[in-house]
Every structure is written in structure tokens, then in C-alpha cells.
């Protein structure tokens, strides 16, 4: 190189030296990253945002909190427009890809599950799924231990709907407790409903053992309306002396006419006649209506009265109805006669 030409660099470079250095302080690192290399650490990513940080306006993530995908190998940043741009061979997920999160997720969906699948006991039940009015339906239950430990303070619980009853009860829960059961020992408990309305009643089984979730079975009947239905409407109970009004209603549910109809209600020598529904006819402890043709679906009502004319529990009123000569439905009510007090606290009469 000539003389003159090293000269004139050498006059050149500290002004050449000034500005390599100026370049070099403004691309050092700072807060705000204008670019990240691959082989940085990833806390140093600008895309990496706390779980309740509000990304900034430069972010590619725009304007919404949402949980924030880690930075990986896979993604690429461009300097000059701001985005991440993915590697089209990276395999992409959209839930978040911590294995604790969905861990826990997995584990609080299915732990009653788990709960019930651990419980060393199995409740199985039968199903008569279905009944007529003034049946006994009954639930063969049985209680397993299915584990290799003898379990003891086991109970049984029942809950079952109002159409149903357990006679000599007024509750809708009954409880049966079982104070042992040995490792691999059965045990059955037979049930005895009785069906006292028709739609469809449900019964709800549970098998408790503390320590565990309760194991639940449920059993539901489908109880048929009667083609004929009879339904009173009166007192239970009424003082000797007095008078009781009563309200019988006929529906004819069956899918046929009923020709040369009648109704028969039959009462005990403690009642006496005093009114009836138009078209009576008296018999000695009858009362008879000839309703001829009872079309599907009609319904009838017939009213009557008696007086109690002596203590009898109970006294008796039976209902027939038959139809050509053939009875084809019948009913029964049940009346107390009790003795009579005028005033709260007297003595009973004789």
C-alpha cells in the first residue's frame, strides 16, 4: 500500500474506532430485548410473561392475560417484525404443557372415581321394575366385602319416593346397620315396599363405611294406573253421634266401554243412612247406583252421609263395582268412631 494512503487511514481510525464503539454500547443487553439468540437462557426471553402479568403492547401475545407457553427450542423470534415465528416441523399444543397442572386436573376429576373403585365394599340390588296399587315390591340387597381386612360400622341407607310405603311407618328413609362384615363375607337385606300411588317411584340405595364414599345404587318401579280406579274422599275418624260425609269417585282407565255398570257400598251395622247421590237405591246395608254404560275415561262421582250411632274401631265401608254381573274393581274404607267429649278436658261420656 502507498505511504500516502496508510497515512491517510491513520488519521481515519480514531474517528472509525468512535464509532464501532458507539454501535457496540447500543446493542448490549438491557431490560427490554430487541432480540434473543437461541442460546440464551430462557428466563432472558421476551415472550416469557408471569402467570398474572398484563403483556405489554409490543408483545405477540397482544392484549390478553392468558397463561403463557414457555419459549422453547422449537420457537424463533424475528427481530424485525416483532412475532414468533414456529418451526412448521414443531409439533404445537394448545393447553399449557406443565405436567404438575395437569396432573392436578386429572386427579380432581377422578377422584370419586378412584374414591368409590378403592372402597372395599360392593352393594348390589335387584330391580322389579314393576308393580301394581297395593303390591309389595321387593329389593334383594347384597353387601360384599371385597377386600382381605374385616370392615365393621357398615350401614345401609334407603330413601324411597312417597308413592311408595313401608307399612307400620310414616318416614321415607329407613336405615339398617351392619356391625361386621368379614373379608369376603356377603350379606343380604331383603326389602318390602308397598305400592300405595301408580307414576314412577324411585328408591336410592346407600352403602356408608367411614372413610369412604358412599356407594349409591338406585332402583326405579313404573307402577301401571288401575283400568278401573276407586278413590275416597272423607273422614278417618269421627265421634259416636256425629255425622260423616264421604266423596267416592269412579275413572274408568281401561281402554274398553264398561256396559250394565253398577256400584255397591256396603256399611256396617254402626252407620246409618241419612243422604245419597241421586238414583240410589237402599238395600239392607247397601246403597246400589245403576250407572248403565261407563265410557273410557268418564269419571263419576257419587256423595253419601251416615251417622255413627255407636264406638266401633274401625267401622267398614266396602265398595263393588261390576259390570254385566262380573265385579271388575273394588275398594275399602276404614272409619273410627270414637267417644264424644263437649269440652276439652271433660271426662268421656258413657
Known amino acids: 500500500m502507498p505511504h500516502q494512503e496508510i497515512t491517510l487511514l491513520a488519521r481515519r481510525w480514531p474517528w472509525a474506532v468512535g464509532v464501532v464503539l458507539l454501535c457496540g454500547c447500543q446493542s448490549m443487553p438491557s431490560q427490554n430485548y430487541s432480540a434473543w439468540r437461541l442460546s440464551d437462557p430462557a428466563s432472558s426471553s421476551p415472550y416469557r410473561l408471569p402467570l398474572a402479568a398484563t403483556p405489554n403492547s409490543g408483545s405477540p401475545t397482544g392484549g390478553t392475560n392468558t397463561l403463557q407457553k414457555p419459549a422453547g ?3 424463533k423470534t424475528n427481530a424485525d417484525s416483532g412475532l414468533a415465528a414456529t418451526d412448521p416441523n414443531a409439533t404445537t399444543r394448545e393447553k399449557p404443557d406443565s405436567p404438575e397442572l395437569s396432573s392436578t386436573n386429572d386427579s380432581f376429576a377422578n377422584s370419586n372415581e378412584r374414591t368409590r373403585s378403592n372402597s372395599p365394599v360392593k352393594l348390589t340390588v ?36 312417597p308413592e311408595l310405603i313401608f307399612p307400620g ?4 328413609q329407613l336405615q339398617q346397620p351392619i356391625d361386621r362384615l368379614d373379608a369376603g363375607e ?5 326389602l318390602a315396599l308397598k305400592v300405595q ?12 363405611l367411614h372413610g369412604f364414599e358412599d356407594v349409591v345404587e338406585k332402583r326405579c318401579l313404573t307402577i301401571d294406573p288401575p283400568p278401573l280406579e276407586l278413590s275416597w274422599q272423607g273422614p278417618e275418624e269421627r265421634p259416636v253421634n256425629s255425622r260423616a260425609e264421604f266423596v267416592l269417585t269412579l275413572l274408568n282407565r281401561s281402554p274398553t266401554e264398561l256396559r250394565e255398570t253398577e256400584l255397591i257400598v256396603a256399611y256396617d251395622p254402626s252407620l246409618a243412612v241419612r243422604a245419597g247421590s241421586a238414583g240410589v237405591v237402599r238395600r239392607p246395608q247397601e246403597l246400589v247406583w245403576n250407572l248403565g254404560l261407563l265410557k ?5 262421582r257419587i256423595e253419601m252421609e251416615f ?3 255407636e264406638v266401633v274401631d274401625p267401622s267398614m265401608l266396602r265398595v263393588q263395582l261390576r259390570s ?10 276404614r272409619l273410627n268412631i270414637t267417644r264424644s267429649t263437649d269440652i276439652i278436658g271433660r271426662l268421656p261420656t258413657e
Open 73 to 75: 427450542p422449537e420457537t
Open 126 to 161: 335387584s330391580d322389579p321394575a314393576k308393580g301394581k296399587i297395593d303390591d309389595l315390591v321387593s329389593f334383594r340387597t347384597t353387601v360384599t366385602n371385597t377386600g382381605k381386612v374385616d370392615l365393621t360400622d357398615l350401614e345401609v341407607i334407603c330413601d324411597f319416593d
Open 169 to 172: 311407618e310414616t318416614t321415607q
Open 186 to 190: 356377603s350379606r343380604v337385606i331383603t
Open 197 to 208: 300411588e301408580f307414576g314412577q317411584p324411585c328408591v336410592l340405595f346407600r352403602l356408608r
Open 296 to 300: 273410557v275415561n268418564e269419571r263419576v
Open 307 to 309: 251417622e255413627c250411632l
Open 324 to 333: 254385566q254381573g262380573t265385579a271388575v274393581a273394588t275398594s275399602e274404607h
